[in-house]
């Protein structure tokens, strides 16, 4: 029997938080514009194919009995003592059909839903890190107060639509329990969706309980108003783990949405060559959508894209790499070609928030946005290859994302802002500041920069000569000092106290 309703969040902020910060307001973004195809459809075909070739000839390895089962039964070739198993594109192509084009993401914030498919563009929270760094603490392990400091900070910020799966480790604590205290402090610092962990049936399943316990209403109604998705994570080349296999089997069940990604890194976990780790990722994506439509035939699931290249001189991961960007645009038209929503990252490798991670994060950045991305995953915060969360990084990703949130707005086009009539008014040689065209858009011509810093050079000095990182430090601390928590109700909060204390007596206690 459902719950009565008894939950909400805050209405959404304007574009200036009490503290002056400047920001854009809560929306669903849209891509108004054509998404960049560099690939022509003969090479598209070719791609196509020789993934198919890769599952029907190399097949995939898989660790769990319940995945062989559903591929069997399916009619695919398995090889129970290899473990790998074997499709056709028929099996393939039966499993696209029912696959849905697009769907909606409820958080317990009504105001906040998100839509993952057609041109809907989402942002979201780094994800993952065992690190933890900020220019005032420095460099430390992950812990569950940092956990804390970045969900306020994903909550306090309107374009950060999601929460990533743990934006940092708290290592301090039980690995068996820790998520039970990270999906509570996500529940109970936000009202967005976030990612649960997708390793292992009880970590799923209990990032669906208690999201359904924050909207106050039951798992059987979640599984038809989705409000949590999972990363499932291919082990490539060409391994699906059993962990992994669970997680998305749970997920699919309860009709939760998953995002199958492989992770396909440019001479370490594919060839070398683009195509051939286009068809690999290609190929283990396909893989993972067609297992959660053999588990419940319209189960969402999005389509994930996380090719890169290593640096050949010493094998570390690369990322904000021309390689990587043409991934993200080609991952993009791979997913529109089988329908199906789309994410990809703008990473990047910088082991410091300086000019490499600027620009890295802008080249990758720009090739989710031409891709045509419905979730960019990492896109706040992501620092040192994702081995480190950093304040600072949030920040100036927090610029970037409203940089493209105000580039994708299509431009309003009509005799007005053609000015006409403000040109001839202005004398030749004179200047536009005080034409009433001018004046009667003062305040909303441009984008306002929270970051950047437009004074001149002497006002500049006299105002301390501050760069953009001691800007940026400055700011998450500012916007954690004016955090707002979001309403929720004492009884939802005794239920979710409730569970999470009784789940983590049957878990028991593991050494962290």
């Known amino acids: 029997m ?11 902020k304007s574009n200036r938080s009490a503290s002056g910060i400047e920001q854009l307001p809560w929306q669903q973004v849209k891509n108004t514009y054509p998404a960049l195809e560099l690939l022509n459809p003969d090479q598209m075909d070719q791609l196509h194919a020789t993934s198919i070739r890769i ?3 190399a097949g995939i390895r898989v660790m769990g009995d319940n995945v062989m089962d559903l591929f069997e039964k399916a009619g695919a070739i398995v090889d129970r003592d290899s473990k790998v198993i074997r499709l056709d594109e028929n099996i393939v192509q039966e499993a696209l059909k029912t696959v849905p084009a697009s769907f909606t993401l409820n958080s317990r914030n009504p105001e906040k839903q998100i839509t993952m498919g057609g041109n809907n563009i989402n942002f979201g929270l780094v994800a993952g890190p065992p690190n933890v760094h900020d220019r005032i603490n420095g460099r430390r392990q992950g812990n569950h107060k940092d956990y ?6 994903a909550h306090h910020f309107n374009v950060v639509n999601l929460i990533g799966n743990q934006v940092v480790a708290p290592m301090e604590m039980p690995a068996n329990s820790r998520h039970l205290d990270t999906y ?9 969706s976030f990612h649960c962990t997708g390793i292992g049936r009880g970590r799923a399943v209990d990032g669906i309980n ?3 316990i924050s909207r106050g209403i039951s798992t059987d109604e979640m599984r038809s108003s989705p409000g949590v998705i999972s990363i499932i994570s291919v082990n490539s080349p060409r391994l699906f783990d059993d962990m992994m296999g669970d997680g998305l089997i749970a997920m699919a069940e309860y009709n939760q949405p998953v995002t199958v990604t492989p992770f396909t890194l440019m001479g370490a976990m594919t060839p070398v060559t683009l195509p051939a780790a286009l068809a690999q990722q290609n190929a283990e994506a396909l893989f993972g959508v067609v297992l959660t439509q053999l588990v419940n035939p319209g189960a969402p699931v999005v389509y994930g894209s996380f090719t890169s290249n290593v640096d050949m001189r010493s094998g570390a991961p690369a990322f904000g790499t021309p390689e990587n960007a043409k991934g993200n645009i080609i991952g993009g038209q791979l997913a529109r070609r089988y329908n199906i929503p789309y994410r990809t990252s703008n990473a990047n490798a910088s082991n410091a928030v300086d000019l490499q991670a600027t620009y890295e994060t802008m080249m990758s950045s720009w090739g989710a946005v031409l891709g045509g991305a419905n979730i960019v995953y990492h896109a706040a915060g992501w620092l040192e290859g994702g081995l480190t969360a950093s304040y600072e990084k949030f920040i100036l990703d927090v610029e970037i994302i409203q940089n493209m949130v105000e580039f994708l707005k299509p431009i309003k086009f009509d005799t007005d802002e053609l000015g006409l009539e403000a040109i001839k008014s202005v004398p030749t040689g004179g200047h536009f500041f005080g034409a009433d065209h001018t004046m009667e858009r003062y305040e909303t011509a441009f984008y306002k920069p929270m970051l950047s810093d437009w004074q001149n050079y002497e006002s500049w000095e006299a105002a301390g000569s501050k760069d953009a990182l001691e ?3 400055e700011l998450w601390q500012q916007a954690l000092k004016d955090y707002e928590e979001p309403v929720m109700d004492e009884g939802i909060k005794e239920e979710l106290d409730a569970y999470v204390a009784h789940r983590r007596e049957e878990i028991g206690f593991e050494e962290p």
């Open 55 to 57: 599952l029907s000839e």
């Open 2 to 12: 459902a719950r009565e309703r008894r939950s909400g969040g805050r209405k959404s």
């Open 184 to 192: 509570l402090a996500n529940l109970t610092y936000s009202d967005l």
């Open 148 to 153: 804390c400091n970045f969900i306020k900070l």
């Open 471 to 473: 800007r940026a430090t």
């Open 210 to 212: 208690m999201m359904a």
